[in-house]
């Protein structure tokens, strides 16, 4: 952990805190230890299912979820416009990234935020909601659509 420590937040030529501070917009403030907190609180979440199995995780998934963490730690509360910047700036550090195209960074907005690491897979997948039906008799005030933004949401929380 030291390793991708020194890569992503804190180095002689980095420091994670001191750059999002500075260069990127916060829709509210948030401390150092608070964004410390939610990365250790997310890694902790996604290795309890390989703690219950008593798996061991490779270095390269390990990666996969210590940038997704880190991510959502440092910029989940970043609008669109700092998240596709926060998205170039792990890229310019050679985070494994989802595979995400061009046209599709450039047309959609598409960044990290829109993936997770795939528990049975291994791989980045984009957040997609459940199919849904509607429910027969259901008044509208207790309507919820299933959709991308609210399973990725109720993931996170």
């Given at each position: 952990?030291?390793e ?6 804190k180095n002689?030529?980095i ?7 500075k ?7 948030q ?17 309890q299912?390989?703690v ?6 490779e270095k ?5 979820y210590f940038v ?10 970043f609008?669109?416009?700092d998240?596709e910047?926060?998205?170039?700036f792990?890229?310019?550090?050679g ?5 995400i195209s061009?046209?599709?960074?450039q ?7 829109d ?17 849904w ?14 959709t ?10």
């Amino acid at each position: 952990m030291n390793e991708f420590t020194e890569k992503y937040i804190k180095n002689e030529k980095i420091n994670a805190f001191d750059m999002t501070t500075k260069e990127y917009t916060y829709m509210m403030p948030q401390s150092e230890v608070v964004r410390i907190n939610q990365m250790l609180n997310l890694l902790t979440a996604v290795f309890q299912q390989y703690v219950e199995k008593q798996e061991s995780v490779e270095k390269d998934l390990f990666h996969k979820y210590f940038v997704y963490s880190y991510a959502w730690a440092m910029g989940g509360l970043f609008e669109n416009d700092d998240r596709e910047k926060f998205h170039k700036f792990l890229e310019s550090r050679g985070a494994p990234l989802p595979e995400i195209s061009p046209q599709k960074q450039q047309n959609e907005k598409v960044t990290i935020f829109d993936y997770y690491v795939d528990i049975h897979e291994k791989k980045w997948k984009l957040w997609e909601a459940e199919n849904w039906s509607a429910p027969k008799r259901i008044s509208f005030s207790q309507l919820l659509i299933p959709t991308g933004e609210s399973t990725r949401t109720e993931f996170i929380m």
